[in-house]
T-cell receptor, first 114, second 118 residues
Framework: GESVGLHLPTLSVQEGDNSIINCAYS??????FIWYKQESGKGPQFIID?????DKRQGQRVTVLLNKTVKHLSLQIAATQPGDSAVYFC?????????????FGTGTRLTIIP | DSGVTQTPKHLITATGQRVTLRCSPR?????VYWYQQSLDQGLQFLIQ???????AKGNILERFSAQQFPDLHSELNLSSLELGDSALYFC?????????????????FGPGTRLTVL
């Protein structure tokens, strides 16, 4: 069945370096993708989204890249800070006969090393 | 603070019982979403309401139901509780959700309700 998976469950990055979190999805019908950040004890926080008609979208210090050919999504965080330490989830939205479903990946724990 | 409030923060109950979780969306947001987060299942979308009407359904069990009231707050009802229902339940809200194509847009999550079923 459809699934959203992450290549790496944990990632450690030196403060100030750039980080890349990857996500693979399997449903070519997915038309919308979202990255969330979840800090310990808090609810997920929307970071950035991208529609399937785009390849790249930039936010503040974050960039999402979408490669539909290989069904791959990545989140790049520039100049990482201690506050970036969190679990990051990717999610894909599939629209099927008017019913929309959001499927989340299992998450990647990003640790920023001071 | 996302502006989304959820009550209660913690809930401990026994198997077979029924509980109600409450969510107040951000002011002006018409869409409310419910999610379940457990250690073995991760974050799962349950259901979405827009302006009082159900708009999208995810992995919501038949023992669970939700509704959105005229003042836009929402309740998630969980009945015949099982041990496996123990999880964090999050509510999120967003502005986006017109009568046409619904996009999830930017969602703002509440702090969650931690449900423990003993």
């Amino acid at each position: 069945g459809e699934s959203v998976g992450l290549h790496l469950p944990t990632l450690s990055v030196q403060e100030g370096d750039n980080s890349i979190i990857n996500c693979a999805y399997s449903n070519s019908a997915s038309d919308y993708f979202i990255w969330y950040k979840q800090e310990s004890g808090k609810g997920p926080q929307f970071i950035i989204d991208i529609r399937s008609n785009m390849d790249k979208r930039q936010g503040q210090r974050v960039t999402v890249l979408l490669n539909k050919t290989v069904k791959h999504l990545s989140l790049q965080i520039a100049a990482t800070q201690p506050g970036d330490s969190a679990v990051y989830f990717c999610a894909e939205k599939i629209s099927n006969f008017g019913n929309e479903k959001l499927t989340f990946g299992t998450g990647t724990r990003l640790t920023i090393i001071p | 603070d996302s502006g989304v409030t959820q009550t209660p923060k913690h809930l401990i109950t026994a198997t077979g019982q029924r509980v109600t979780l409450r969510c107040s969306p951000r002011s002006g947001d018409l869409s409310v979403y419910w999610y379940q987060q457990s250690l073995d299942q991760g974050l799962q979308f349950l259901i979405q309401y827009y302006n009082g009407e159900e708009r999208a359904k995810g992995n919501i069990l038949e023992r669970f139901s939700a509704q959105q009231f005229p003042d836009l707050h929402s309740e998630l009802n969980l009945s015949s509780l099982e041990l496996g229902d123990s999880a964090l339940y999050f509510c999120a809200s967003s502005v986006e959700g017109t009568s046409g194509r619904i996009g999830f847009g930017e969602q703002f999550f509440g702090p969650g309700t931690r449900l423990t079923v003993l």
